[in-house]
């Protein structure tokens, strides 16, 4: 499928990976983009104007806090309003919390849960009802589904039901020819990453895998644009990237 005129809507979409899948859809796909942020950076409205002047694409910022089912539809209404339709929907947030299982809070729990959970359900859910016929939908999740491992308990557990609400999507929009994926990074060099982590516990996974070292946002970025354009006959799946820390 070529995205030129298309457009993607890209939750957590000017920073890190988001920023980074923004890029390689203007880039290498001329796509369109509405790319929402919840805590503003400073620099989203360079980031826009850098996109449209050299690719030529239109560009949309959404700044808005996600965490029911009225602010998603919020996003995707708006989504279409400014850029009509939408043919790629990318669920980009989330959030880790590294600790043991009987530390957690009730309130930590609920964050979490909120974050990765609920948002990543209601966006699929949305994007189900606005997403073009022939679009796709994707989610990332984490390559810590496939890692026995302790410390991880709300984020391997509020991340695992999106696998499941990704299938049940695959199977119900089959009719109108939308792939629902999702793509599980490893460990990845970001800021995301390493407030969690200790530098031993680093160093353990670069050495796990392929190169010695953490995966890239560079890394992941294509993945999604392949997902998003020749992968369309993958449907109802969760790709691995992680070099090989992990297989499922």
């Not at 996003?75 to 043991?100: H, M, Q, S, Y």
């Not at 990332?140 to 990704?166: I, N």
């Not at 010695?212 to 369309?232: C, H, N, S, V």
Request: charged letters at 20%; hydrophobic letters at 40%.
């Amino acid at each position: 499928m070529s995205l030129r005129g298309k457009t993607a809507l890209i939750t957590g979409g000017t920073k890190n990976l988001g920023r980074t899948t923004a890029i390689e859809l203007a880039s290498k796909h001329k796509c369109n983009l509405f790319l929402h942020y919840n805590t503003t950076q400073g620099d989203e409205e360079i980031l826009a104007k850098t996109l449209r002047d050299k690719y030529g694409i239109k560009v949309k910022l959404y700044q808005g806090k996600l965490g029911n089912q009225a602010s998603l539809t919020k996003l995707f209404d708006t989504a279409v309003e400014k850029l009509g339709k939408i043919n790629i929907a990318i669920n980009n947030v989330g959030r880790v919390l590294k600790k043991p299982v009987v530390e957690i809070t009730e309130e930590e729990f609920d964050q979490m849960d909120i974050i990765n959970n609920k948002i990543a359900f209601f966006f699929i859910s949305e994007a189900g009802k606005r997403v073009a016929d022939g679009g796709r939908i994707i989610s990332l999740v984490t390559s810590l589904l496939a890692v026995y491992t302790p410390f991880y308990p709300t984020y391997q557990g509020t991340k695992a039901p999106v696998e499941y609400y990704s299938k049940a999507a695959s199977k119900e929009l089959m009719a109108r020819n939308i792939s629902v994926n999702c793509v599980a990074p490893g460990p990845m060099d970001t800021p995301f990453f390493y407030g969690q982590e200790a530098p031993e516990a680093v160093e353990f996974y670069k050495s796990a895998a392929l190169h010695q070292r953490l995966t890239k946002i560079e890394d992941i970025a294509p993945i999604i644009g392949f997902l998003a354009t020749e992968g369309g006959w993958m449907t109802g799946q969760v790709l691995f990237a992680n070099g090989g820390l992990a297989a499922k």
